[in-house]
Every structure is written in C-alpha cells, then in structure tokens.
T-cell receptor, first 113, second 114 residues
Framework: AQKITQTQPGMFVQEKEAVTLDCTYD???????LFWYKQPSSGEMIFLIY??????QNATEGRYSLNFQKARKSANLVISASQLGDSAMYFC??????????FGQGTTLQVKP | DVKVTQSSRYLVKRTGEKVFLECVQD?????MFWYRQDPGLGLRLIYF???????EKGDIPEGYSVSREKKERFSLILESASTNQTSMYLC?????????????FGPGTRLTVL
C-alpha cells in the first residue's frame, strides 16, 4: 500500500540556519510525484516544491530544495537560511497515478530568533 | 491565480444535523477533492471527483457523501453530523492526471459538532 511517513512531529531551528525535514515513502508504482506543502497557523496549504520519480536532479525552489534518494525512498525537504516566517506545519505528499495525494502526518517547525 | 473558496471558515453544528460544506474553484479544473485534517494524522481523503456527476470514495468516506452538479462546485455532505466529525475540512482542485498536477487548496472549514 502507498504510504508516506514523517517521523519528526516537531522540530526547532535557529533563525538563519538550515533545517532538514524527513520524509520516506512506500510505493510499487514506477511513476509518481512527491510534493511538499506548508501550512501556517492560518490554515491554508501552500505548495512549496515538487519532485518527479524520473527527475534525475533534485528539485530546488528558492530556499527550498528536495533531497531525493530514490533507492532509499526518501524525499527530505531542506530549508536554507531559516526565517521566522518559516514557522509552520510541513506536509510531504505523494501523488498516485490516479491523481490522488497521500499525505504524511506532518512536521511542525518552529524557527527561533 | 487559481482560487479555491470554501463557504465557511468556521462552522458549529449540533449532533444529528445535516451539514453542507461548499467548495468552488475558478480554474476550470477537472479534479476536486475533499480531505479532513486531524492532529497527528495529516490529511485524509474523504471523496474525490474527476468530472461532473462523477465521484470516487477516498480512504474515509463513511458518514459523508458528495455532490458535483457543476464543474466548478464540489459539495461535501454530512448526512447526520456526529461529534467524531469535528475536524478541519480542506477542499482542493487540480488539472487532469499528468506527470505534474499540483493540488490547489481552499482555506479550510473548521467544523465543530456539539
């Protein structure tokens, strides 16, 4: 069965430092997509970054990068130079062939000044 | 900009009431989804729809039904609300299946059933 696992319920990081949020997945599909979303306290889900299973390069979007290790089935999110506004809940998700997204449990990140 | 709107940000209902949660998207997306979000469980898919009048059960459809009479609107119905349906409900839409189909989310409805 398809599954996404985020093992870090909560994380702290000092402002301006980098932080890695872990995500592992389980699928038997050859073609799939991996997403990270950010959910601030206001509740809206904000798309951050996408990685396709056939992409050879790790995805990057500004301060966000995705450390994709296909053999290990991991898709960790790296946030460089953390800012106070990065404090939020972060969700890793996997898209199935049907278009459905399967979400992990989420990781709450707090950035300390 | 894609916009997904939900009819209410906060809703309080009583046990046994019939509850309608409305979702509207303005980007002509074929796919629409309803999730519920609970602490420690992430987002779980309730129902989704690939087209008008089509619906598919997600992972937790029990106690819910949906309606999609128009492409832009996807309604979630709690036939007889119960306290264990107190949760945050999120609607999303996306283009058809493809290599890349980001889902766009609405702001969420926080439902409390008393």
């Amino acid at each position: 069965a398809q599954k996404i696992t985020q093992t870090q319920p909560g994380m702290f990081v000092q402002e301006k430092e980098a932080v890695t949020l872990d995500c592992t997945y389980d699928t038997s599909d050859q073609s799939y997509g991996l997403f990270w979303y950010k959910q601030p306290s206001s509740g809206e889900m904000i798309f951050l970054i996408y990685q396709g299973s056939y992409d050879e390069q790790n995805a990057t979007e500004g301060r966000y990068s995705l450390n994709f290790q296909k053999a290990r089935k991991s898709a960790n999110l790296v946030i460089s130079a953390s800012q106070l506004g990065d404090s939020a809940m972060y969700f890793c998700a996997m898209r199935e062939d049907t278009g459905k997204l399967i979400f992990g449990q989420g990781t709450t990140l707090q950035v300390k000044p | 900009d894609v916009k997904v709107t939900q009819s209410s940000r906060y809703l309080v209902k009583r046990t046994g009431e019939k509850v309608f949660l409305e979702c509207v998207q303005d980007m002509d997306h074929e796919n629409m989804f309803w999730y519920r979000q609970d602490p420690g469980l992430g987002l779980r898919l309730i129902y989704f729809s690939y087209d008008v009048k089509m619906k598919e059960k997600g992972d937790i459809p029990e106690g819910y039904s949906v309606s999609r009479e128009k492409k832009e609107r996807f309604s979630l119905i709690l036939e007889s609300a119960s306290t264990n349906q107190t949760s945050m409900y999120l609607c999303a839409s996306s283009p058809p299946r493809g290599i890349y189909n980001e889902q766009f989310f609405g702001p969420g409805t926080r439902l409390t059933v008393l």
